[in-house]
T-cell receptor, first 109, second 114 residues
Framework: GQNIDQPTEMTATEGAIVQINCTYQTSGFNGLFWYQQHAGEAPTFLSYNVLDGLEEKGRFSSFLSRSKGYSYLLLKELQMKDSASYLCAVIPSNYQLIWGAGTKLIIKP | DAGVTQSPTHLIKTRGQQVTLRCSPKSGHDTVSWYQQALGQGPQFIFQYYEEEERQRGNFPDRFSGHQFPNYSSELNVNALLLGDSALYLC?????????????FGNGTRLTVT
């Protein structure tokens, strides 16, 4: 079967750095998305990786290793507004996105 | 530039009833996907519409059906509602010529079945 694993919940301190991991097993691979979802709101696009390596976008970076079926989202200089769920989604060979259950990130002052 | 809009925002129905949810895609987008999201879970793919045809379908029963109109807007219909259909229903649009283009989501319709 196809599946995506992410930690259910993580806690970090304002101003710190946190890494949210995502491992996947899918039939084929055409790319990986990270989305942010605040409670009661729609998911919003954060990043896209299709080649191995690190993609940096301001305070957020995303890393991909296709050989390991592994990605992480790195959040720097954490702010209270970063408290949200972070969803990893993989594009398999049939282009039907597969979503992880999301990681709830709690930021403490 | 309006993003993805969904209506209604909230809906309460009883078991056995039928419901229609509506979605207008982001300007310039031609593909609409529907997702069901239970509390604390990731979105589950229902189906995708492109050029007014259902192009892909997830693991949902035939009670779930949809339609896409010439202006790219879309409807999701659910018949014979069950308690387990209570969830957030998300519509997402994208630009199909780049199949890896990110999805843009609406704020969803919260459906409660009693």
């Amino acid at each position: 079967g196809q599946n995506i694993d992410q930690p259910t919940e993580m806690t970090a301190t304002e101003g710190a750095i946190v890494q949210i991991n995502c491992t996947y097993q899918t039939s084929g691979f055409n790319g990986l998305f990270w989305y942010q979802q605040h409670a009661g709101e729609a998911p919003t696009f954060l990043s896209y990786n299709v080649l191995d390596g690190l993609e940096e976008k301001g305070r957020f970076s995303s890393f991909l290793s296709r050989s390991k079926g592994y990605s992480y989202l790195l959040l720097k200089e954490l702010q209270m507004k970063d408290s949200a769920s972070y969803l990893c989604a993989v594009i398999p060979s049939n282009y039907q996105l597969i979503w992880g259950a999301g990681t709830k990130l709690i930021i403490k002052p | 530039d309006a993003g993805v809009t969904q209506s209604p925002t909230h809906l309460i129905k009883t078991r056995g009833q039928q419901v229609t949810l509506r979605c207008s895609p982001k300007s310039g987008h031609d593909t609409v996907s529907w997702y069901q999201q239970a509390l604390g879970q990731g979105p589950q793919f229902i189906f995708q519409y492109y050029e007014e045809e259902e192009r892909q379908r997830g693991n949902f029963p035939d009670r779930f059906s949809g339609h896409q109109f010439p202006n790219y807007s879309s409807e999701l219909n659910v018949n014979a509602l069950l308690l387990g259909d209570s969830a957030l229903y998300l519509c997402a649009s994208s630009f199909d010529t780049r199949r890896n283009s990110p999805l843009h989501f609406g704020n969803g319709t919260r459906l409660t079945v009693t």
